[in-house]
C-alpha cells in the first residue's frame, strides 16, 4: 500500500510504500508520471500535478531499493514491474513528493 505523508492533504505529500510492515521513502530517480499516475489513482485522488524530490521535508530512511516500472495503467503502485535500482543510494533530500489534482 501507499501513502502521501506531511502534505497538505491526503492527495499531497511525501510518498511511502509498504512492504512487510514497515515504511519506505521512494528514490526520486526511480519514479516517473506514470508511477505518479497509478500512486494518484490508488489514493483516489486526481491526476498528478507536481511531482518534486524533498518537497514535503527530509527523510531519515528507510529508502525503498527497488525502481518502479509501471505503465501507467495499473490500480495499484505494487503492481507495477519493479527492478533493482541503479543507485545503490539516494540521499534523503532525493524522496519523492507527489500532489494529485
Do not use: I
Amino acid at each position: 500500500s501507499v501513502r502521501l505523508v506531511n502534505g497538505t492533504s491526503l492527495c499531497s505529500g511525501r510518498l511511502e510504500v509498504k512492504s512487510e510492515q514497515s515504511w519506505s521513502s521512494v528514490c526520486e530517480a526511480d519514479f516517473d508520471q506514470q508511477d505518479a499516475e497509478v500512486v494518484c489513482r490508488e489514493l483516489g485522488c486526481g491526476a498528478p500535478s507536481v511531482l518534486q524530490g524533498a518537497l514535503y521535508g527530509e527523510v531519515e530512511a528507510p529508502m525503498w531499493t527497488k525502481e518502479f516500472q509501471c505503465g501507467g495503467n495499473e490500480s495499484a503502485l505494487l503492481d507495477c514491474r519493479r527492478s533493482d535500482s541503479a543507485r545503490r543510494t539516494c540521499s534523503p533530500g532525493k524522496a519523492v513528493g507527489l500532489t494529485c489534482s
